[in-house]
């Protein structure tokens, strides 16, 4: 007996005990979803040992978490009258009372630091000392604040605007937590949304500990979303292509055992769930659903040649078993190249969908010919699907096309590949923190508002390194960080930097009676006179603790970025670093760039490059697997063609749509390449099977083949590129991206497959269609058995 006959036999002998184990290991699957976290932290795409990684690392050690800001503004004149002003400032003030904050700062806050000649320090005092009540009390509030008080401006007020805004630190041990969560949706926003109601006024809200809140409950609230919508979907085409609720329902139950055992193993390896592990769900739904077709297409197809249930059950396990045991490992390996990267993101993602691809296989495989064993025959109603008359009219069309127009196959081919190319040169590679978020939702259209006002929200941090203690402080050092502050300005991209700097120059105008024409460096004599000031005042200390480190080694300048792609980013690298190295000398300073907007852009770069690799890796192994079951060269370029070519000709489209290469999008070319070659595997078995039966007879071969396996190659493209568009209902641009161009890669996929594959192997299979090649010892798809079923199918027919 073949291996697929000793498969056969066990499922359908031991149907009790596999539905037992299956049903236990379900239970436990299902306890593991308690397990299932969401990530609370930002996702890191370099591997840790990475030197941009170290050096971040490195900042974190020196000054703390960064990203602990969140920012609140408004932009409303109304904002500046007794009652609504006083209300702002006293919200600031509530928000610093609950422990997830350590600290708030408001116009209400505002301290200006003052010379004090007796004790020879700056000391600080209160912006106003009683509150405003009047009209004219308020605006001489502002009058004071914008015109008089340069440090402030672009971090609690926008001089140009009018805009003002309270800043608020949260908690640096909370802010990679779920307390963060808890905090912003029990107290911050419910704070909020109070105050707008109360005084008809809006306030844009940012940061990223919220940016990154929000965007963490979009991803949960799509989860469900898309699980439902996958099933519907899939669930709606399989029934309108079988016309039979039993094998709906049979289906449905094989991929929610698959969802439950998805989210298990999620929760089994402590993993969190981020924005691409929730594909993974609605992912098996599409995955699962082609292999049902398969099996009960096949099982229908049996049972109306012969209406022997025992022998139809057998036969789809040993017939379609092992080619669809191929096609699920071709997909799996398209995932599971991502493990091969060097990035936690992908690689956890890697494992999960390929241990789940192979699982809803093994689902498939059990369930359906079991549950089948203890149904009726179908009735004849159920079968009419495999006559139906569209359905034989594409396959004449097909096999028409096939037969006397392949000429123009290879023509239009030729042209889509020169138009893709062409495509494919015009595509650009972007990444930004923000750009896949939901554009439609408000925390997003807030970030745009922050950028406008305030240059942006997602910090760029830059390290100067004295090499020596207490060099930050000599006022060389301090005109080299001016100059670099001032080329921070020039840059369109980039918001006012805050340093040192900015301490240093109000001191100076605190030295000179607070007037804002001082608001600069000192000079050598200066400098002595308020540095000695300076000591004496704890209160300038504290600020200093946030710009320089305690040994007085290192100095940190904090700029904020807009929206920018990784083109971009280079550029202002690239000016950046000239400035530095103009400034500071390699052997007296030591200068780098960091932050998690930088740590972001440049695990895109990296990611890219990686994916790149594990797109090549997966192309290698789905060529062993040919290898391995056809031992033929010329045949292994035969199946990859038909599956290279959609993938050209969705780059090219990316090209000419404007769509460019970041991490969601060139995640399509693996899945799609793994997805497709399915087709590839079900149509080479088929005509293997169908040469030894019509006695090496190519082309009756290939149309054989391709009127029994067009219909389920075409039933299972239609369930995965309407599976896959699912995703485009996302608010997310990547997943969008995602599910719109794996979508039309897989459409592509169908129709070279089933035109293109079929007339290369009439036009180039005569030289290798003989049993040397198709029956190496290597594929144990055709046993004894299997070759007399063949001699009886070639009878009947």
Sequence with gaps: MGFWNKVSRFILTKRYLILICIAGVTYFLASQMQYMRFSNTEANLLPENHEVNIEYDHFLELFGEEGNLIILAVDDSSIFTPKIFNDWNALSKKFDTYSEIEMSASVGDIRKLVKNTETQSFDLEPLYSKRPETNEEVLAIKKELFENLPFYDNFLFNKKSGVIRTAIYMNKAIVNTAARKQFIFNVLNPEIEKFEKEHNIDIKVSGMPYI????????????????????????????????????????????????????????????????????????????????????????????????????????????????????????AAGFATFIFTKSQLLREFGIIASINILAIFVLALLIIPIIYSFLHLPQEKHLKHLERRWIEAIVNWMERVVRHHRLAVYTTTIVLIIFSMIGVYMIKVSGSLIEDMPKGKQFYKDILFFEEEFGGIMPLEIIVDTKKEKGVMKLSTLKRIDELDETIEEIPQLSKPISIINIVKYSKQAFYGGKPEYYQLPNNQEKNWILSYTKNSTSNLKFMNNFVDSTGRYARITTFMKDIGTDKMEIIEDRLQQKIDKEFPKEDFKVTLTGKALVFLKGTNYLINNLIISLSLAILLIAIFMAFMFRSFKMIIISLIPNMFPLLITAGLMGYLGVPIKPSTILVFSIAFGISVDDTIHFLAKYRQELIANNWRIKQSVYAALRETGVSMFYTSIVLFFGFLVFTVSSFGGTIALGGLVSITLLFAMTSNLILLPSLLLSLERNIANKETLLEPGLDILTADDENDLSEDNDEK
């Design 212 to 331: 990154r809140t929000m965007n963490a409950q979009n991803i949960i609230d799509e989860i469900g979303l898309f699980v439902g919508l996958a099933l519907g979907i899939t669930a709606l085409i399989f029934f309108f292509f079988f016309r039979s609720f039993r094998a709906t329902f049979i289906t449905l139950l094989v991929v929610s055992i698959g969802v439950i055992w998805a989210f298990g193993f999620i929760g089994l390896f402590r993993y969190e769930i981020s924005v691409l592990m929730a594909l993974i769900p609605p992912l098996i739904i599409v995955i699962g659903v082609p292999n049902a077709i398969f099996l009960i297409n096949k099982y229908q197809q049996e049972v109306k040649k012969h209406g022997n249930q025992a022998k139809s059950l057998q036969r789809v396990i040993t017939k379609v078993g092992n080619a669809t045991l191929m096609t699920n490992i071709t997909t």
